[in-house]
């Protein structure tokens, strides 16, 4: 498990990882978006 971590430590620091985690804060300001990911828990707690 310790190797699949920094794996992805690895590469979240990398070019690919950076430019993945910028584009997803820039999805996460969008309010229909946050509404979606909303509704999406929302969802998953009730069949749970």
Known sequence: MAGLLNRI???MRGP???QMTTKARTMAKDPRNRERARQ???KFRRKR
């Open 9 to 11: 430590k690895s590469f």
């Open 40 to 42: 999406a828990v929302t």
């Open 16 to 18: 690919r990882g950076r």
